[in-house]
């Protein structure tokens, strides 16, 4: 998947929105757009403040409006995310990428979609931490098979969401900061929301310890202003070209049809 990142045009979008429903609905509206050639594939970055996204399971949590309610309590927006089943915690010293890949253009089974971003991710963070390994951290929050761990210490989690022909790959990346003070407010919210009741889905098993930031890895203090500039210049290494132009205005109409989606998403 190396030559996927070099010798191309992509579209770059450095740009946060005033919200993570925003965020989230940008992400579906680039997704579909690439899927239908509307426009070109697209990497975007975006930085936000204290926030969990939750997944699809946790909606189903016995106690959850318990839950949400510690989150709230501890500085936290509770969000519903729509890839990835289970909560991760973002804030500024965490990195999201998403790479929207047209499917048929690279034969994008779902392992080649997430294979895409661990080629970029490990030569990016090369300089860094090396080697990164690639397999589930159960112990971690919203463990995967594509987690992406360092010792035994999990620094950035993966989801994928396909939308009219259009592959969504994104991750989290703890940067700075302490994964386990992040895992550890993970931990209390699912006690919190399952206190002793069973459950027809089997939440994570949460270890704080497990959890890492790329800082902590590599005993380096790290920023993210940092490593999003090492990824523009590794683009520019590979003889690839940038187009950073923000959403143009019939692009805007889709993203409303997107936000409107996520707006719904969020009722429970």
């Not at 089997?202 to 380096?220: F, H």
Request: a positive charge.
């Amino acid at each position: 998947m190396k030559n996927l990142f070099s010798h191309r045009t992509f579209r770059f979008i450095d740009q946060s929105l005033p919200s993570m429903i925003d965020q989230f609905a940008i992400d579906d509206t680039l997704t579909a757009l690439v899927g239908q050639k509307k426009t070109i594939e697209t990497i975007r970055y975006w930085v936000v403040p204290q926030t969990i996204a939750l997944g699809i399971q946790d909606q189903k949590l016995p106690f959850l409006q318990e839950g949400l309610l510690f989150l709230k309590k501890e500085g936290y927006t509770p969000v519903f995310r729509p890839s990835g089943g289970l909560g991760v915690v973002l804030d500024e010293g965490i990195i999201n990428l998403s790479l929207h890949l047209p499917e048929k253009d690279h034969s994008l089974s779902i392992d080649r979609g997430f294979l895409a971003m661990v080629t970029l991710v490990k030569e990016w963070l090369f300089p860094y931490i090396n080697p990164i390994d690639v397999k589930e951290i159960k112990e971690s929050y919203c463990p995967g098979k594509y987690d992406l761990s360092v010792d035994g210490k999990k620094f950035a989690g993966l989801s994928q969401r396909r939308i009219k022909g259009g592959v969504g790959i994104f991750i989290y990346i703890a940067v700075h900061g302490s994964g386990k003070k992040r895992a550890e407010l993970m931990k209390k919210f699912y006690e919190i929301s399952i206190k002793n009741e069973q459950t027809p889905i089997t939440y994570p098993s949460i270890q704080p310890d497990v959890m890492a930031s790329v800082s902590e890895l590599s005993n380096q203090s790290l920023t993210c202003e940092q490593l999003k500039k090492d990824l523009l210049t590794l683009f520019v290494r590979n003889d690839n070209t940038l187009d950073t132009r923000f959403l143009q205005t019939d692009e805007w109409a889709v993203f409303q049809f997107y936000k409107k989606r996520m707006e719904e998403r969020q009722k429970i």
